[in-house]
């Protein structure tokens, strides 16, 4: 690390009183645009310019009984709705602004006034790189918070900011794919072999639709709306394909990209190889507005699925120990080249008053063919299982044709993911090596029992990692933690409340995520080894930096002080953000001139 690095990250840990030539451009200030400005943006993209209000203010002002209002209710919860919606993310926590009691809810009396909380005021539709460069512009050049919000799923509040200026991506759309992709500054004749460019605001379902019918298969994640190119692959993006090529952010060829200057610029091993570097796993809403990525892309195969339902009576403690031999057993049905997810429900009502606690896993092993040979790597933890009385077991795999039907018919069937509600995550990775070690699954288990869970809450597990995650330690160089080439499973607890809970309700539960529990899971391999993912993590993580990126944490904030030295890229626990106050309004300390 350079010195001077160093300096500037220790003196950020000195906080210093914002003045206000350091905060944003507020609406009520003089400085803010006036409505001839805003026209003239207007025109500059084309017209595509909308003044924002967030969607419940329909019901809100007198509307309870309107036909937009039962419009908004019946569409509350779809996912794919919302991520078209300037005025809506997926998580109604991140439309509010708790902290100054505004909110704009459905589920509230429509008699109250709709706030418009960290709901953006205006937003750019873009349908090119150049609305994208126009807008970008106007916010350096004015001095507002900018937010770029593509499906809006970041559970951290990424895509939302205060009396911001919004650039909505969802509506960049464009999926091309060629036989062999050449490099953007690449030496004559080099081609990468077969790849797919996809806009800015495809989504992972419209991502697998194009793929099906060229039958082609690229590393992707397991949602119906989750924004492929936006913050799931600049996070890093684990997939059940992980195990078998790789992250998604590994498989991520090129990126073009609307700089902070406004340039549009293309990133890749070639050129700009630091920012092709960062934008592999650096964090959405940071380096840049991405116009759109290239991702290598595969022939077909056949995939088995695996299905395991463990279960017993609530709170049986063999429950438990049932919970620490699957994850003795992990690193070897990953070894076998098994990648998928699992949900562990301790408190499940079940049928009649009854209650059980409650294991499913899904484990896809993708370009395998014979369900025998993955049975057997299963036998020997069924016969533990079997062990005990009190443990039931339900095990079956099938030999599907091709990736296309897994995601159709098993991982993503329907039309959209079911959001509209209010969630906060924790969570951690957790090594191979903990899992292979003699005590390491005992230790976990115990940790996960000693959590507080409510009936129906589970722990998801996500077994993305190992395999072509781990090998690719030596061949891939990019942003993301290093703990990922060591993991085997990503874990994540949620809570949620009522919209209508108090601020000190909503505080109750975010001091406790961050002090008690995730501290707990963070215990369990100490605080220096392993990490979180970022894209799936707690809001309001501790020490985020080395969380989320570890030792690569200094290298990306040089990057973002290179690209990015006046902070218009601001997004929560995002590189550079100790700099801003949380809601990045105000710098609270460096040099506000940027230099
Ligand atoms: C139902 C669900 C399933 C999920 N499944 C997976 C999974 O299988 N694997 C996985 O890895 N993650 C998964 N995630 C997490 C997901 O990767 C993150 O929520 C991710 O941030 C979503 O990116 P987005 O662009 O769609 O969301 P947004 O909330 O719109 O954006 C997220 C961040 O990226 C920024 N951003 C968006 N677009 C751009 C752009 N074009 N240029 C620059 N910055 C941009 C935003 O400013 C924000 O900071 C899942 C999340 C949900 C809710
Ligand atoms: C931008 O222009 C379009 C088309 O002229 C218009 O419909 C829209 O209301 C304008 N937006 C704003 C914020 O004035
Ligand atoms: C969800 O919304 C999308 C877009 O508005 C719509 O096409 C789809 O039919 C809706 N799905 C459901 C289940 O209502
Ligand atoms: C699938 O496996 C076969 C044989 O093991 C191998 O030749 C082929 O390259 C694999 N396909 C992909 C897309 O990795
Ligand atoms: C559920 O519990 C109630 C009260 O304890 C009891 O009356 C009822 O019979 C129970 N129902 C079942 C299906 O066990
Ligand atoms: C596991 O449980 C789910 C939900 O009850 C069920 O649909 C599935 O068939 C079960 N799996 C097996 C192998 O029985
Ligand atoms: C904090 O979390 C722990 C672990 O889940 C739980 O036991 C405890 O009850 C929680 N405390 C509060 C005040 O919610
Ligand atoms: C909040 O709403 C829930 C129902 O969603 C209700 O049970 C509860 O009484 C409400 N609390 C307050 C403080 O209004």
């Known amino acids: 690390m350079k010195p001077f690095l160093l300096v500037s990250l220790l003196a950020s840990l000195a906080y210093a009183s914002p003045h206000s030539s350091d905060c944003r451009c507020r609406p009520h200030q003089s400085c803010w645009p006036s409505p001839k400005e805003w026209n003239a943006l207007n025109r500059s993209v084309d017209g595509n310019l909308v003044a924002v209000r967030p969607v419940a203010a329909v019901c809100h002002d007198g509307g309870a ?16 709705w919302r991520a078209a919606q300037p ?39 873009a349908t090119s790189a150049a609305d994208i460069q126009k807008t970008v512009r106007f916010a350096k050049g004015r001095n507002l918070r900018l937010a770029i919000k593509n499906s809006g799923h970041c559970f951290l509040g990424r895509s939302t900011a205060p009396e911001s200026l919004q650039i909505l991506t969802n509506g960049m759309k464009d999926i091309e794919f060629v036989n062999d992709f050449k490099l953007k500054g690449a030496p004559r004749g080099r081609g990468e072999g077969p790849a797919v460019t996809i806009a800015a605001g495809v989504s992972l379902q419209e991502l697998y639709h194009a793929l099906a019918e060229k039958k082609r298969v690229a590393v992707a994640g397991a949602a119906h709306t989750v924004g492929a190119a936006g913050g799931y692959i600049q996070g890093g993006g684990h997939s059940f394909l992980g195990p078998w090529k790789g992250m998604a952010s590994d498989n991520a ?45 595969f022939d077909e195969v056949p995939v088995i699925v695996s299905n395991l339902n463990v279960s017993t009576p609530a709170g049986h403690p063999d429950f438990w120990d049932a919970m620490t031999e699957f994850h003795a057993h992990l690193s070897g049905l990953n070894d076998a080249g098994g990648a998928g997810y699992y949900y562990i429900i301790p408190q499940l009502p079940w049928i009649g008053n009854a209650s059980i606690s409650g294991l ?20 020997p933890l069924l016969t533990k299982l079997k062990e005990s009385p009190a443990v039931t077991t339900q095990y079956a795999s099938i030999l599907l044709p091709d990736i296309a039907t897994l995601v159709s018919d098993v991982l993503i069937t329907g039309d959209s993911d079911s959001t509209g509600n209010i969630v906060l995550i924790g969570s951690r990775l957790f090594s ?107 809001a309001y ?42 809601e990045g309004l105000c710098r609270v300390k460096g040099d506000h001139c940027g230099r």
């Open 65 to 80: 009984e309107s036909e937009a209002c039962r419009a908004v209710q019946a569409l509350w919860s779809n996912s794919t």
């Open 87 to 125: 005025g809506a993310v997926q998580y109604e926590n991140w439309e509010a602004w708790p902290e100054q009691n505004q909110y704009c809810h459905i589920q509230t009396a429509f008699d109250q006034p709709c706030e418009q909380g960290r709901i953006s005021l205006y937003s750019t539709l």
């Open 253 to 297: 060829l090129q990126f073009t990209v609307v700089t902070a200057d406004g340039d549009l610029v293309v990133a890749n091993e070639y050129q700009h190889p630091d920012l092709f570097w960062a934008l592999r796993g650096g964090g959405g809403g940071t380096f840049g507005v991405v116009v759109d990525v290239t991702l290598r892309t």
């Open 360 to 379: 499913t896993v899904g484990l896809m092993f993708p370009n395998q063919t014979d369900t025998a040979k993955v049975d057997r790597v299963f036998a």
């Open 432 to 538: 191979r090596d903990l899992l292979v070690s003699e005590d390491g699954p005992k230790r976990l288990i115990s940790t996960l029992k000693s959590l507080q869970w409510v009936a129906g809450a589970a722990a998801t597990g996500h077994i993305v990692a190992g395999g072509a995650v781990a090998q690719n330690d030596q061949i891939i160089d990019s942003a993301i933690h290093p703990a990922w080439r060591e993991a085997a499973t990503h874990i994540t607890i949620g809570h949620a409340w009522d919209p209508n809970a108090s601020l000190a309700e909503q505080e109750a539960i975010r001091e406790n995520l961050t002090n008690v529990e995730v501290e707990l899971l963070r215990s369990v391999e100490g605080p220096n080894k392993m990490g979180a993912y970022l894209n799936e993590a707690n």
């Open 541 to 582: 993580e501790k020490d985020f930096q080395s969380s989320f990126w570890g030792s690569n944490y200094p290298r990306l904030y040089a990057i973002k002080q290179k690209w990015d030295p006046t902070g218009l890229f601001i997004t929560r626990s995002g590189v550079g953000s100790e700099d801003w106050d949380a």
